[in-house]
């Protein structure tokens, strides 16, 4: 079940994986040698790893091949956690993407533990009881494939279905804020807008009413494919009296270019570019404030239209919180992967049960 959860979080947030993988790779001076297309390419093909191989060790799929390899994968991550524990590198290892943080220390033991199941999984394979039969073995392992690659790449082109992040729909970012401010240990310490006029941080975050906040860590490596749709909701933000900002940590040569190509006249402004990829999981992406809370986030594919801003946010439902919720998301999970499974499960088992009644009828005649 570990390797299950493991591999449907990072494929929940396949450029956090992606972020976390760089941190890697710069803690061992290696961070200059790979593109972000193969690392994200190596999150993607990591969490369906574990996921597909989690969901195998499970329904007792290729028992041998399988447990060897859930073998090996912890004889080199225990060491590597080691490292992790003596050396300090980085902070949290992200083994579980945001959703559960664990100290290096933490990880190290987890991966102790699991190891030390691994190796006696290992040495008795065949006596793991197999809930479907071999014949049908092959739905479940298309099945799960195409279920968590799917997952992962509709997280790309929106959002993480799921947000473990201090930014998520429902904060109140202005409380929050202040909080840390005030000198509470919060993550939202580094969160700051700074303007051509100065720091503007409370002002944004303590505005009563709605605020649009395009959020692109770097602008010169932004998707333009919905440049006009942004100048759009830029004049839709004009007209309804909202306040409208660009946070970025771009250079003042990349603010230049962008203001260039897309005529952009709203205001852009800086921000820490680890903050930013905390907030939004899109480059660029669109969050909606409503009296400091984020209660909207939007990809550059999903951003709203002009069919959808024909009147103010008071009036739409674009305007407040969406209906669904983390206990809604659970259940269509539960209902388009697990439900299936059991459905396949009992139907194999009916299957078996009377192919063998029928063998006894035979044996008795």
């Known amino acids: 079940m570990t390797f299950i959860f493991s591999g449907f979080v990072k494929a929940v947030d396949p450029l956090g994986t992606m972020y976390k993988l760089n941190d890697y790779l710069g803690a061992m001076h290696l961070g200059q040698l790979l593109p972000d297309?193969?690392?994200l390419g190596a999150s993607i093909l990591l969490a369906a790893t574990e996921f597909c191989l989690g969901l195998f060790l499970l329904f007792a799929i290729q028992r041998r091949v399988v447990s060897r390899l859930i073998l090996l994968i912890l004889a080199v991550?225990?060491?590597?956690?080691?490292?992790?524990?003596l050396a300090n590198p980085i902070s949290d290892c992200g083994c579980f993407?945001?959703?559960v943080t664990l100290t290096n220390w933490q990880t190290f033991w987890k991966n102790v533990v699991l190891l030390a199941a691994a190796i006696i999984v290992v040495r008795k394979p065949l006596a793991m009881f197999r809930f479907i039969s071999e014949s049908n073995q092959w739905i479940v392992v298309n099945y799960s494939v195409v279920f968590i690659l799917g997952v992962s790449l509709w997280s790309l082109y929106y959002l993480p279905q799921f947000d473990f992040r201090p930014y998520r729909v429902g904060t109140n970012l202005q409380q929050q804020w202040q909080r840390t401010m005030d000198g509470a240990d919060l993550p939202?310490?580094?969160?700051?807008?700074d303007s051509e006029q100065g720091d503007i941080t409370e002002e944004v975050l303590s505005h009563r009413g709605y605020t649009f906040l395009l959020v692109s860590p770097h602008l010169e490596q932004a998707d333009d494919a919905r440049l006009d749709?942004?100048?759009e909701l830029y004049e839709y933000s004009q007209e309804q009296g909202y306040p409208f900002y660009c946070l970025t940590?771009?250079?003042a040569n990349g603010i230049t270019h962008w203001r260039d190509i897309t005529g952009a006249e709203y205001p852009i402004c800086l921000t820490d570019e680890t903050v930013l990829k905390t907030v939004i999981r899109s480059n660029p992406g669109l969050i909606l404030l409503k009296d400091g809370t984020v209660i909207r986030k939007w990809s550059h594919n999903d951003l709203p239209d002009e069919e959808q801003l024909t009147a103010p946010l008071e009036r739409q439902p674009l305007g407040h919180m969406p209906e669904d919720t983390a206990a809604s998301k659970i259940a269509t999970i539960l209902l388009w992967f697990v439900l299936p499974l059991m459905l396949l499960t009992i139907a194999d088992r009916t299957w078996m049960w009377t192919r063998w009644l029928r063998r006894r009828k035979k044996q008795r005649i």
Do not use: H, K, Q, R
């Open 188 to 193: 939202y310490a580094d969160f700051f807008i």
């Open 249 to 251: 940590a771009s250079s």
């Open 229 to 231: 749709l942004i100048n």
């Open 97 to 99: 993407g945001d959703a």
């Open 77 to 85: 991550m225990t060491p590597l956690t080691l490292w992790l524990a």
């Open 37 to 39: 297309a193969v690392t």
